[in-house]
C-alpha cells in the first residue's frame, strides 16, 4: 500500500533553532498534504494544507510565519518551525492522498516529535 | 465538514467484540465515513471506509445506517494489541480536502 515516510521521526532543539521536518509520499505522487499537530492526550489538530507549487493554506490561528510550509514537488511537503520555543514542542505529522485517487483512504506518516528546550 | 461524536473511552476485555458508534448528523450526499487507529507517537493507521449498509474487511466490520447519520466500527474478538485511539472521521476524500479529526474514542483491553 501507499506509504507516507516523515523524517526525522525524533528532534531535540534548543530554543530559538529552527527545525525541518520532511513529509515524504514513497510510492505516489501527492498534489496536497496536510499537516496536523497533537499535543499529548488530546487529537490531531489540523495545522496547514499544503499545496504543490503554491502557497500552503494555514488553518485560523496557525501563524504562516511561524510554520513555514513548502511543497516543492509532488512527492515532498517540507515543514519549518522557525524560532522554535517549548511551547511547540508537539508530534507533528503529515498525511497525503494518492492523486487521481477519488475516494480512498488519506495516508498518514509515522510523526515526528519535536522537543524543544 | 461534519463533526462527528464518539464516546471518549471504552474498556474491553480481551476475546470480547466491540462495538464504537459515531454520530455524524450533518453528514453530506458525497462523504464517505472512515475510521482510523492511532497507538501512541505513530500516526493514524487506516483501519475500514464506507459509504452505506456494512463493508467488513480482514480486521473490523462497518455498519452504516440507511441515513448514514451514524456508523458503528465492529472489531471482532478483540486482542490486548488493540489497545488504541479509534477515530471516526466524515469527508469527501477529493485528495486536497484535509480530514478534521474528532476526540476520538480510547479503547483500552483488559487481560
Known amino acids: 500500500g501507499a506509504v507516507v515516510s516523515q523524517h526525522p521521526s525524533r528532534v531535540i532543539c534548543k530554543s530559538g533553532t529552527s527545525v525541518k521536518i520532511e513529509c515524504r509520499s514513497l510510492?505516489?505522487?501527492?498534489?496536497?498534504m496536510f499537516w496536523y499537530r497533537q499535543f499529548p492526550k488530546q487529537s490531531l489538530m489540523l495545522m496547514a494544507t499544503s499545496n504543490e507549487g503554491s502557497k500552503a493554506t494555514y488553518e485560523q490561528g496557525v501563524e504562516k510565519d511561524k510554520f513555514l510550509i513548502n511543497h516543492a514537488s509532488l512527492t515532498l511537503s517540507t515543514l519549518t518551525v522557525t524560532s522554535a520555543h517549548p511551547e511547540d514542542s508537539s508530534f507533528y505529522i503529515c498525511?497525503?492522498?494518492?492523486?487521481?485517487?477519488?475516494?480512498?483512504?488519506?495516508?498518514f506518516g509515522e510523526g515526528s516529535r519535536l522537543t524543544v528546550l | 465538514l461534519a463533526k462527528t461524536t464518539q464516546p471518549i473511552s471504552m474498556d474491553s476485555y480481551e476475546g470480547q467484540e466491540v462495538n464504537i458508534t459515531c454520530s455524524h448528523n450533518?453528514?453530506?450526499?458525497?462523504?464517505?465515513i472512515t475510521w482510523y487507529q492511532q497507538f501512541p507517537s505513530q500516526g493514524p493507521r487506516f483501519i475500514i471506509q464506507?459509504?452505506?449498509t456494512k463493508v467488513t474487511n480482514e480486521v473490523a466490520s462497518l455498519f452504516i445506517p440507511a441515513d448514514r447519520k451514524s456508523s458503528t466500527l465492529s472489531l471482532p474478538r478483540v486482542s490486548l494489541s488493540d489497545t488504541a485511539v479509534y477515530y471516526c472521521l466524515v469527508g469527501g476524500f477529493s485528495g486536497n480536502t484535509p480530514l478534521v479529526f474528532g476526540k476520538g474514542t480510547r479503547l483500552s483491553v483488559i487481560a
Open positions: 498525511s497525503a492522498q494518492a492523486q487521481g485517487a477519488g475516494t480512498g483512504e488519506l495516508f
Open positions: 450533518n453528514i453530506a450526499t458525497n462523504d464517505y
Open positions: 464506507g459509504y452505506k
Open positions: 510510492d505516489f505522487q501527492a498534489t496536497t
